[in-house]
């Protein structure tokens, strides 16, 4: 019997096939799905800020797209997965009030997903795929079997990407 | 002092249930004003949660709320967001247009419906920072609301995402307001350092 495996906010978590993953809800944050297709290992990550650099108090490091993506790296390599073969799909990054304010932090949502994409490509892993912006929240689910990505959204008919 | 979230005082908690207390009543007064009928509410509570647990006290992260948010200027800077239930929502905004509305109480609403619950949003905000103003003898001045109806998690991922920026923690007061039943409103007041300072040092505690 599968399993699905919840991820909550600036938090991540490793599986193997046939289980899965989920993290419900994601507004301005960013959901990074990762695996190894061959070894059918995957992770999910649920970061809520674009850096962790210019962050004091970063002890939490999944809380950042930068310490948040090479946690979910080191985690899936510990549970066997070949750093070579390694793909990912993101979600998330809305916008979800309308109002343009001057403070930055109400961009955040494009600045996190700026900033994952940043960091995927410096580490060259692929990106197949990408349901991000606009201004509605998501609840994602993660199956590293087949790397299907399904997208669950308010009002919405769900859809996999 | 610096805002330290993780290590929050007691005599933060105090001050910041004081003026939850007051403000919720000052909000039961407009709300009551303006739907033309009664309202009841609890002594507010507040509560620091860790992230994970702010999804799974509005009934979990994909329970459809109505957020209303802005931001604040003046003396102290930052934002305010105040949340209902999906439900509750419908029954304030119902009551509120005395039956020219759809009268749904659940699904969408109309554009009409959407202004009505932007209205609210403001007055019950409004009435609470008006508290705060009181309070403290600084200066407030809210921008236009902005309204979001989506899941918790994702509306709640903006004052969290403010939070973020200072530890691993977010601050909620929760006031339940009775009516014909018991209507749980949140509210989460996220000031910037250098504004939580003045508050405190304003009520004479810094």
């Known amino acids: 019997m599968s399993e699905i495996i919840k991820v909550g906010m600036a938090d991540l978590k490793v ?13 301005s944050c960013v959901g990074i799905a990762m695996r190894d297709p061959v070894k059918g290992i995957g992770g999910l990550a649920h970061i809520m800020l674009p850096d962790s650099t210019i962050i004091k108090d970063n002890s939490n490091r999944f809380k950042f797209a930068d310490t948040g993506i090479d946690d979910l790296i080191s985690q899936l390599l510990a549970l066997g997965a070949n ?13 979800m009030f309308a109002f343009t304010a001057k403070s930055s932090s109400i961009q955040v949502g494009a600045r996190n997903v700026e900033a994952v994409k940043a960091k995927l490509a410096a580490l060259r892993i ?8 606009q201004n509605f929240g998501r609840t994602v689910v993660y199956y ?17 990407i | 002092m610096a805002l330290d979230l993780n290590n929050v005082s007691q005599q933060y908690f105090d001050v910041l249930k004081e003026i939850g207390n007051i403000g919720a009543g000052n909000a039961t007064t407009a709300l009551a004003q303006m739907l033309g009928q009664k309202v009841d509410m609890k002594v507010p509570q507040v509560k620091l949660l860790d ?17 209303i948010y802005l931001l604040v200027e003046g003396d102290i800077t ?35 419906e959407l202004s009505a619950l932007k209205e609210i949003g403001n007055i019950i905000t409004g009435a609470y920072l008006n508290s705060l103003s009181m309070l403290t003898n600084l200066k407030i001045y809210p921008s236009v609301p902005d309204l979001s109806i989506d899941m918790a998690g994702a509306i709640l991922s903006v004052p969290a995402i403010e939070f ?17 039943k018991e209507i749980d409103g949140f509210f989460i007041l996220v000031p910037d350092l250098e504004s939580y300072d003045k508050i405190m040092h304003s009520l004479g505690l810094a």
């Not at chain 1, 750093?83 to 916008?95: C, F, H, M, N, T």
């Not at chain 1, 590293?144 to 996999?160: H, Q």
């Not at chain 2, 992230?51 to 957020?67: D, H, L, N, P």
């Not at chain 2, 691993?168 to 006031?175: A, E, G, R, S, V």
């Open chain 1, 15 to 27: 599986c193997s096939a046939p289980d899965g993953l989920t993290t419900l809800g994601l507004g």
């Open chain 1, 83 to 95: 750093r070579a073969r390694l793909e990912s799909k993101i979600a998330g990054g809305a916008q």
């Open chain 1, 126 to 133: 692929p990106l197949l795929a990408e349901d991000t912006g």
């Open chain 1, 144 to 160: 590293p079997e087949n790397g299907s990505f399904l997208i669950r959204a308010v009002g919405k008919d769900s859809y996999t």
């Open chain 2, 51 to 67: 992230f994970k647990e702010v999804g799974s006290i509005m009934g979990g992260e994909e329970q459809i709320m109505a957020g």
């Open chain 2, 78 to 112: 930052g934002s305010i967001m105040f949340l209902l239930q999906e439900e509750a929502a419908h029954i304030f905004v119902n009551q509120m247009m005395g039956g020219m509305g759809s009268g749904n109480l659940e699904g969408g609403f109309d554009e009409m």
């Open chain 2, 164 to 180: 973020g920026e200072v530890g691993d923690k977010m601050l909620l007061i929760q006031t339940q307001f009775t009516d014909e």
